[in-house]
């Protein structure tokens, strides 16, 4: 297990970010998860870590939202996710880190920005399946690389304003599910070792406590809060992953 107490010091706090975000506001916020461990270990080894404890909360998670999601739109985003880890499996070792974050951060702060410049806030856009089908494909590519598959999927499902339990309930079947298939490209790719995993079981204690703090909040905050709180989440991790495309190797 690893032992340099500097590792814990951005573990924990990242670990907690984590399940709050997932549990409260759709996992925006998580992204920031595998960049906080990556200023000790190296990020393949980081994602690896991140891996079973994403599983932990998705299970305490999918208690929490028991019967909350929306069913129409899964049917399609589950297909795209797993097309998406596929793809992410087969370029993950050639595919540049850099490039990856820049286009999502690009992706993501534009997104936000049109949101606002335009109103289309004001607007419920309807389930397309077309574009579920391309977002959750790029979430699931994305998400096995780097643990980033949220702002994609924010992207396509902020703007049909589901009622917020449904949204957060919708997206944590989602990564459930994305996030066990997951398990085969990493194991393939050789992620996996004891060090790793009895790192991840030391850190898991805390997956359930980030995720009733992502509840909690989540019930004390009005709708129309939920949703700025969500989109200024999206537009942080958008320049936070301009920012790491630009200066990480």
């Given at each position: 297990?690893?032992?340099?107490?500097?590792?814990?010091?951005?573990?924990?706090?990242?670990?907690?970010?984590?399940?709050?975000?997932?549990?409260?506001f759709?996992?925006?916020?998580?992204?920031?998860?595998?960049?906080?461990?990556?200023?000790t270990?190296?990020?393949?080894?980081?994602?690896?870590?991140?891996?079973?404890?994403?599983?932990?909360?998705?299970?305490?998670?999918?208690?929490?939202?028991?019967g909350?999601?929306?069913?129409?739109n899964?049917?399609?985003?589950?297909?795209?996710?797993?097309?998406?880890?596929?793809?992410?499996?087969?370029?993950?070792r050639?595919?540049?880190?850099?490039?990856?974050?820049?286009?999502?951060?690009?992706?993501?702060?534009g997104?936000?920005?049109?949101?606002?410049?335009?109103?289309?806030?004001?607007?419920?856009?309807?389930?397309?399946?077309?574009?579920g089908?391309?977002?959750?494909?790029?979430?699931?590519?994305?998400?096995?690389?780097?643990?980033?598959?949220?702002?994609?999927?924010?992207?396509?499902?902020?703007?049909?304003r589901?009622?917020?339990?449904?949204?957060?309930?919708?997206?944590?079947?989602?990564f459930?599910?994305?996030?066990?298939?997951?398990?085969?490209?990493?194991?393939?790719l050789?992620l996996?070792?004891?060090?790793?995993?009895?790192?991840?079981?030391?850190?898991?204690?805390?997956?359930?406590?980030?995720?009733?703090?992502?509840?909690?909040?989540?019930?004390?905050?009005?709708?129309?809060?939920f949703?700025?709180?969500?989109?200024?989440?999206l537009?942080?991790?958008g320049?936070?992953?301009?920012?790491?495309?630009?200066?990480?190797?």
């Open positions: 297990m690893i032992t340099d107490p500097w590792f814990y010091a951005a573990a924990i706090p990242a670990v907690l970010l984590v399940g709050i975000a997932k549990g409260g759709g996992s925006g916020a998580g992204i920031f998860a595998t960049p906080l461990m990556a200023l270990i190296p990020i393949p080894q980081a994602a690896a870590i991140m891996l079973p404890i994403l599983i932990v909360m998705d299970a305490v998670g999918l208690w929490a939202y028991r909350k999601f929306h069913r129409e899964l049917r399609v985003l589950l297909v795209g996710g797993v097309l998406g880890i596929a793809l992410g499996a087969l370029t993950f050639y595919l540049p880190d850099a490039s990856t974050r820049l286009v999502l951060g690009a992706i993501s702060v997104f936000v920005l049109h949101y606002y410049a335009f109103r289309v806030g004001e607007r419920v856009a309807s389930p397309s399946p077309s574009k089908f391309f977002w959750s494909t790029v979430s699931g590519l994305t998400s096995t690389i780097a643990h980033a598959g949220g702002p994609p999927l924010s992207i396509y499902l902020l703007p049909l589901l009622e917020k339990s449904i949204l957060v309930g919708t997206t944590i079947v989602f459930a599910v994305i996030n066990l298939v997951k398990l085969i490209p990493y194991a393939w050789e996996f070792d004891g060090r790793n995993l009895s790192t991840s079981a030391a850190l898991a204690p805390l997956a359930p406590i980030g995720i009733f703090m992502g509840y909690q909040m989540m019930r004390r905050v009005n709708e129309v809060l949703y700025r709180i969500c989109y200024a989440l537009f942080v991790v320049l936070r992953l301009l920012w790491e495309g630009f200066t990480v190797p």
